[in-house]
């Protein structure tokens, strides 16, 4: 199942186009056939379903369907002029979100837009619109690529236990808590990844954890294991005497989801 979910987020990766500012967009032709609609007026139906979802949120539809005029060949050589949209990443996940998740490839987009989609590239209006689900979600792709820089880091830093050098940082962000006390904790069973049973508020104070740790290894050009795990563990000190000092929730005390994300992503896929 894995390999089919990386070959698909793949396809749309392929058909990704970034413009001369750098803004990421895909045309919702090519689009179509990835989703597997033979016929334009499938798709097109799809597109304006998202418009009016797009304009009951009180965003701009030109920003995020932007129409397009361009010729395709047609057979014997002859060309005909028609519409495409030029569509900004939201407006994908609109689309996909009004499809039928029964379709595979339906699912699989859903998947992509709403799980890869970085915070980053969400206006803060629609990062806050989105539901507790989606936010986990892309919380949890952004620590996972964290975790992913941070152990590239610590490599280099001397580390070779990663096991103790993530215990150090939980330890210090959980009040002592290793990974396998809030597995436990949590009532997860046996090797149940903690980080997709955590809350979007719980993620970010990780993700923050994890940013922050290998922004310190790098500037202070830690070479020593142990010196490694001390500065994994002041960071998740620090943090939580952030969120302290705030007057928020400690992380040990925030609520564990009903369903883990691998759950919510099983259930996606196969509905």
């Not at 986990?136 to 001397?158: D, W």
């Not at 046996?190 to 954890?209: H, K, P, Q, T, V």
């Amino acid at each position: 199942m894995n390999e089919i979910k990386e070959y698909n987020e793949k396809m749309f990766e392929d058909i990704k186009h970034i413009d001369k500012f750098g803004n990421e967009y895909w045309y919702a032709r090519e689009l179509q056939n990835i989703l597997g609609y033979h016929q334009w007026r499938s798709i097109n139906d799809l597109i304006e379903r998202a418009k009016v979802a797009c304009q009951e949120s009180k965003y701009n539809i030109n920003d995020h369907f932007a129409v397009q005029r361009k010729m395709i060949k047609l057979a014997k050589g002859a060309t005909r002029n028609v519409v495409d949209y030029k569509l900004s990443r939201y407006a994908c996940y609109l689309i996909v979100m009004n499809g039928n998740p029964k379709k595979e490839i339906i699912a699989l987009g859903q998947t992509y837009f709403a799980i890869q989609t970085r915070k980053q590239e969400l206006s803060e209006k629609e990062y806050n619109e989105l539901t507790e689900e989606e936010k986990r979600f892309y919380q949890r792709n952004l620590t996972r690529k964290g975790n992913y820089s941070l152990n590239i880091t610590a490599k280099n830093a001397g580390v070779k236990n990663f096991d103790k050098f993530h215990n150090s940082g939980y330890k210090g962000l959980y009040n002592g808590e290793t990974a396998d006390d809030i597995s436990k904790r949590k009532k997860l069973r046996y090797r149940e990844d903690i980080l997709d049973n955590m809350g979007s508020d719980e993620l970010i104070a990780n993700l923050f954890r994890i940013s922050q740790t290998e922004q310190k290894l790098k500037n202070e050009n830690i070479k020593l294991e142990n010196e490694a795990n001390k500065t994994h563990y002041e960071v998740g000190k620090e943090i939580r005497n952030t969120i302290k000092k705030l007057g928020g929730t400690m992380p040990e005390c925030l609520p564990t989801p009903d369903k883990s994300l691998k759950e919510l992503e099983k259930n996606l896929q196969i509905r």
